[in-house]
T-cell receptor, first 114, second 115 residues
């Protein structure tokens, strides 16, 4: 089954404790992206990757890091989480970064930073 | 820069009634537009997309949307609501320039369906 998977689905952590949210897709997509969803704000892009070893900032990159060492994986790293990073996070992938291509979303990771 | 406005953060309809979710976009270039649905505790799923091939776009689950350039609108409709349509719906536009592949999302409209 074609899908985007994320782990963990739920995470509660404390301020400053480094964490990684994994994302994997099995569709051989070149493009991958991370969004955060906050009430009343919709989804906002954090980082994206056009292909292996090619990553760039989205609209809200502060406090996040990413890497793309393999085509299928695109982990999101919070080196020193803060309470304002409490949010619902979605990983997405697309065949390419082209404007007309739909993005496939993972099930989401709900992160709480206390 | 592109933007999307969804009118109404919450829409409530009766089962069997028409569903109309409004989306207006702003774009200085021909837009690519999408509607996504998010069921509780799930990720976003594509309902339909407009890529300039036809102004009336049919999607999954009986939904359709009409692109109206003169009104800069891309409203989502379904003739007869079903209980299973209760979800949050997001309109999005592909962003030109800036970060590649970025989707600019509206703030979402939560649809409730009353029995």
């Amino acid at each position: 089954e074609a899908q985007v998977t994320q782990n963990p689905r739920y995470l509660i952590t404390v301020t400053g404790k480094k964490l990684t949210v994994t994302c994997s897709q099995n569709m051989n997509h070149e493009y991958m992206s991370w969004y955060r969803q906050d009430p009343g704000l919709g989804l906002r892009q954090i980082y994206y990757s056009m292909n292996v070893e090619v990553t760039d900032k989205g609209d809200v990159p502060e406090g996040y890091k990413v890497s793309r060492k393999e085509k299928r994986n695109f982990p999101l790293i919070l080196e020193s989480p803060s309470p304002n990073q409490t949010s619902l996070y979605f990983c997405a992938s697309s065949l390419t970064g082209g404007l007309s291509f739909e993005q496939y979303f993972g099930p989401g990771t709900r992160l709480t930073v206390t | 820069a592109q933007s999307v406005t969804q009118l109404g953060s919450h829409v409530s309809v009766s089962e069997g009634a028409l569903v109309l979710l409004r989306c207006n976009y702003s774009s200085s270039v021909p837009p690519y537009l999408f509607w996504y649905v998010q069921y509780p505790n799930q990720g976003l799923q594509l309902l339909l997309k407009y890529t300039s091939a036809a102004t009336l776009v049919k999607g999954i689950n009986g939904f359709e949307a009409e692109f109206k350039k003169s009104e800069t609108s891309f409203h989502l409709t379904k003739p007869s609501a079903h209980m299973s349509d209760a979800a949050e719906y997001f309109c999005a536009v592909s962003a030109y320039g800036g970060s590649q592949g970025n989707l600019i999302f509206g703030k979402g409209t939560k649809l409730s369906v009353k029995p």
